[in-house]
């Protein structure tokens, strides 16, 4: 029977944690505001909008809410990044990626200020990660190591496997791995014997974007398995990129999905905010 790692328990922690560190800075007089920016309706979208905006108040912290049409152009939203840049209340900066395909991505991450960028997703941010100079964390892979760390899941010397090589969640999560002293494995849809690598991992970390996918074959006895995916099933119901029930008798711990990574990413968010509002 495996621990399940609860991630809904551990974020309120964090938030908590958060707010009266917020509440400490905003009697020295240190406040700010994050700006949220979602341009169209995606509606998986305007969940974690929403989401984020219920953190901020949670936290007290001001939220500013840009909802832009479908069809705002690549210009605009860069005139507006620029606007947000130069406002001194605002400390963080967050565009609700996807964009939709008219825009480019890579330009609108690169227009946000890197003190701003609470996603931790400008190439600064990655450099200044990559070789460990301070900076702003991407959310989902650092909200993982708190899962882990605060879960007393133990890093260094472990092997790490790790599927998917996102810019979002894969290659950071190897970065943030190796930075604990784990020996990092990176898979992906290219990788010959899947099964084989993931079954000598100690610490298995799914973020292929394939619903249910990684079953019993793939885990070994005693593993911690970390599931980023989130869908939804044939009866509307969430689910992610491991099949819960063969997985967890197998595992030592396991993230259920709702309630596993998905709260640590705002909890995350929520950090690199409150750490923007602390540097100003
Ligand atoms: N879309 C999916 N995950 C994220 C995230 O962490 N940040 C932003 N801005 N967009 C996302």
Redesign the pocket.
């Known amino acids: 029977m495996a621990k399940i790692i609860d991630g809904k328990k551990i974020s309120q922690q964090m938030k908590d944690e958060l707010k009266e560190k917020a509440e400490r800075l905003k009697e020295k007089g240190k406040t700010g505001a994050l700006a949220v920016i979602q341009v169209g309706q995606d509606p998986a ?1 305007s969940v ?1 909008v929403r989401n984020k905006k219920n953190a901020c108040a949670y936290i007290g912290i001001e939220s500013l809410a840009y909802e832009l049409p479908e069809e705002t152009t690549e210009e605009e939203l860069l005139k507006l990044i620029d606007e947000l840049n130069g406002k001194e209340q605002v400390k963080g900066i ?5 964009l939709p395909k008219h825009i480019c991505e890579d330009k609108v991450i690169r227009a946000i200020s890197p003190k701003k960028d609470v ?1 931790g ?1 400008h190439p600064q941010s990655v450099g200044a990660m990559t070789i460990g100079e301070p900076g702003f964390l ?3 892979p650092a909200g993982i190591i708190q899962l882990l760390k605060r879960s007393d899941v133990e890093i260094g010397g472990k092997h790490c496997v790790i599927i998917g090589r996102s810019n ?1 969640v894969g290659k950071p999560m190897a970065i943030l791995m190796l930075r604990e002293n784990a020996t990092v494995t990176v898979t992906h849809s290219k990788t010959k014997n899947l099964k084989e690598i993931c079954r000598q991992a100690d610490i298995l970390i799914v973020a292929m974007g394939k619903p249910q996918f990684i079953g019993a074959e793939y885990v070994k006895e005693g593993a911690v398995v970390i599931d980023v995916g989130i869908h939804r099933d044939e009866n509307n119901k969430l689910c992610g990129d491991v099949k819960f029930a063969e997985a967890e008798p197998l595992a030592s711990a396991i993230t259920p999905v709702p309630g596993g990574v998905g709260p640590m ?1 705002i909890a995350m ?1 929520m950090n690199n905010c409150v750490q923007s509002i602390e540097e100003e």
């Open positions: 979208s974690y967050l565009v609700q990626l996807p996603d997703f991407p959310c989902t979002i990413t968010l």
